[in-house]
């Protein structure tokens, strides 16, 4: 087998550049997916609890706090997560499209080659 043209090579390059962007969108996704399911725990854990008064954590100590504002600020967190998770998976099918393109594009280009 020859060399591969230079137009080959370079749509090549690019395919490997998508499929990097595209795992690294995976990897952010499924690390957001984790923390919502985080914070959803947490909060069903403060729905469980009868005090008005909880702990959070807030870099290496415990505060004391107010159950519905920690209930609020997890809340927000959660909405934020799931947006920033929409926005990715918006990435992740547009980046698995290109990536199909250029398959069909390099195939399309190296078919003639192979008869």
Known sequence: MGELPPQVQNMLSQLQQIQQQL???ISQKVQIEALIRETDDALKELE?????EVYKA????????DKS???????????????????????????????????????????????
């Open 23 to 25: 795992q690294a969108v």
């Open 58 to 65: 807030v870099g290496n100590i415990l505060v004391k706090s």
């Open 69 to 115: 504002e920690v209930v609020k600020e997890l809340t927000e967190k959660k909405e934020t997560y799931e947006v920033r998770v929409k926005t990715l998976e918006r990435q992740e099918e547009k980046l698995r499209e290109r990536l199909t393109e250029m398959q069909r594009k390099i195939q399309g280009m190296l078919s003639p080659q192979a008869g």
């Open 48 to 52: 469980k609890s009868k005090s008005e």
